[in-house]
DNA sequence: AATGAATGAGGGTTCATTCAT
DNA sequence: TATGAATGAACCCTCATTCAT
């Protein structure tokens, strides 16, 4: 009966939603932060202003919807890896490429968002850890492996925080150059520079391929 | 005559130079981009806000000074290198000893600056080189330096440029993890890290010490 | 047949209606006219936004509603009085009595109304008249009991509608300073001290007590 | 040299506050606390909408610089009065007769203002004081004078913050009353009504004329 | 060179009301 | 009658920049 009608209606809201990560996804690309106004927003997603405060309880909320559907992948993916029965270093490896590539495709966006979060004023880690659930299960995921791996010797004796800090700092600082033109790789020139330069560094061995 | 009258202009325009530079990093280190209003800026600095704009043309130019007076020392540093009679990955280590300690100092005002550039309209790389010098002038360095260290047999074998930018990365975001306060480390240890991290990755063996 | 359909819909609408009043009262207490939102009161209601525009034509119904529920219980009480039979004077000074308990219970409700009020664009007391009427009888009836009061002789010549106003005025303001916190006084401190001056200013003796 | 110019400066911005009190006062008159926005009045005075936020930090300073000043003229009154020379009951007198000649005259703003006042979120008495200090003057010195009166048995035994407060609410009230015509008097009639109910109340003998 | 009042585009957000279902 | 998503006008406020003096 009203059947028909909730599911239209379920389709509907579900189209704007659409609408509009689309949207902000685009506007954050092209301009950052700064760039992405509710106005622009509302206008290119084809709703009114208000509106968009029906999906999104502000700005912030929308950056963080958008990171958060744009790791969903990497966090689907990494859910259904259980991190006792496998190798360590081989989840590590594979996560790995999957985030470089991942993450190659939203080159444009990743720095757009990260300086976004920046912008928040709630700048603790916690506050984001409520905010951006995604991104921070995803680092303590990788924090888990590392200290692993570890712990099997088959990484070196490392803190595992500061670990997956300095690996976390060098793909998305990577990204930015890519980003800002300073570097121009592509996704597996990309992913293997990564990959080489966080197992072996710049003096260690070469990494056997891909 | 007039010599008295044009020395003293040239103290008090520094005078005021020096204190604009002053401020402007408090302001940044304290509130980031959004955090440095012009009008902040020119109260604390003990001038009318248009002085300001006889000192820079706009804001963007008070942070490119900013970075520049921030990175002169190092800039001083690299510039008495002799780069052809040196080893490259003696010259490596001690500069990225130095721009590690230097930038450790600066934890708080680096992030902030980084933030601003990005906000620039003008992305290109070049147009970045035209306003701050002296980090271009540093990264190509390590740049060169990188490459001749690889053509000894020093480093793997790595696009220098690709290399540079992941060393880059890796430091700009770490310092960004200790900035949000994701990461918690004393300059030695920081130091240190990163020295571990770009010689040998997570595989390679540890370095001897700092 | 339908009859007990009508019943229900009859007792269910009730409900509405008095779900939505205690709820506006709550919320116009708690936080006056801009605390007052039509989102709020519809969820506190437990029905939708758009069900509250069935029940009445717009945000400024809704207050109107809640004063005339608020003056109910006088105005009940004004209607089984037989202005002609009794004695001016004592009527007035039971009513004035009730009204002062009745408002002191509903002191942090009345300026919020009273806010209300002004804010509607329809400023003419005639219009008023139409929205509220119960304020306006009661209003009216103590004007007649002042006319007929000084008709004879009980009260000083003057104006009975002035002299109302006046009251009333006096009322509604002290409720005001109990409101923002200018005055502390219980119930009967606050109906004692109205009485007081209402009947005698600064000056002349005082009443024999409530 | 320079003082030419001075001099035309703090004109020039006499002139623009000047301009803003005006329109503002006007705004206050005719729509209230949302009658005026900070939009009709930057354009009204004929500056841009930023300009105004040059003169008052924001909406609120607006409404208690209105405030301020119009009840300058009462305050400068009480200010030369010596209070421990002069007969309180003659000292009450002849201020109450001011301050309701004047604030008849104002009698469109007063209301206006009282609402803007109620609508500011700190609601605290103390909170009031700092921002309309003539208000709380005005209403301090009555207090006194009350409570000297009091003392000489000039006036009823009374709590002579309850007696003030009342006072004040009648004056308001019934200003209100006039100003959404409820009531029609003159200046001397509204004055002369005023003091005859403040005095001896409804039953008292009547005041001997203004 | 120094001043600082004026500018005004632009931003985020709110909320009473409508209307298709 | 109930729903609640959509609306969009309105609002307050910020701040980099200009320019007459």
Known sequence: MARLYEEK???LESMTREALFREARQLLEEGGWKGM???????????????VYNYFKDK?????????????????????????????????????????????EDRFLIPAIVRAINEDENQTPADHEKKSISLWEIRRFMQTVLQKGTNKGQFKKMD???????????????????????????????????????????????????
């Open 60 to 104: 912030n909320e929308v950056i963080y919807f958008v990171m958060d559907r744009t790791l969903e992948p990497v966090l689907t993916y990494i859910r259904q890896i259980d991190i006792n029965a496998e190798n360590p270093e081989e989840i590590f490896t594979r996560v790995l490429k999957m985030i470089c590539e991942g993450l190659y």
């Open 9 to 11: 209606k379920v389709v």
């Open 37 to 51: 106004t509710m106005e622009k927003l509302a206008n290119l997603a084809g709703v009114a202003k208000g509106t």
């Open 160 to 210: 595992p925080q500061t670990a997956e800090a300095v690996v976390h700092a060098c793909i998305m600082g990577t990204l930015r150059e890519l980003f800002v033109g300073n570097l121009d790789l592509d996704s597996e020139e990309f992913t293997k520079a990564i990959a080489d330069f966080i197992y072996f560094g710049l003096k260690g061995r070469q990494s056997t391929g891909s």
